[in-house]
């Protein structure tokens, strides 16, 4: 089965910046997502698009197709007093907008009472190399539809949750 839109994906990964490892799944436990729904950077879905259970694939990915161009306009300052605890450079923190949208941030410096503060993705900017090796492809759920993403095992079993 080839991965095509509605596909349930499963695969095992190592990103790369700059010769560095940045992050990879664990062993053992692949990235699981629904394939045509954005749960992953547009580059790498779109190199993975037709390929199947047992294909491995370098996959380099443009910062336009990953985590978009750094913005300096994304770097800010806010007072000290607007943060609940200490404050330590590298820490991130998420500021909900007027919108009611959560957007996560990157503390850069403490500067006195100025916490200069860093809403881009971590890696935006970045050209990422991913080493891939796709483990399984299978049909979507009809709850995996609906909600827009995979399901691993014992996901939404618990009584609990609640989507709404």
Known sequence: ????????VEIEYTLTVDGEVVDQSEENEPLVYLH???NIIPGLEKALEGHAAG??????VSPEEGYGERDDE???VLPKEDFDDD????????AQAEDGSVNPFT???VNGDDVTVDFN???AGQTLNFDVTVK????????ELEHGHAHGEGMHDDEDFDDE
């Open 136 to 143: 399984d492809v299978r049909d979507a759920t009809a709850e």
């Open 55 to 60: 294909d491995k694939l370098n996959v380099t």
């Open 121 to 123: 993705p971590p890696l």
């Open 87 to 94: 404050v330590e450079v590298g820490a991130s923190y998420f």
């Open 107 to 109: 503390v850069v410096s």
């Open 74 to 76: 994304n770097v800010q």
């Open 1 to 8: 089965m080839n991965i095509t839109q509605d596909k349930v």
């Open 36 to 38: 045509g729904h954005n």
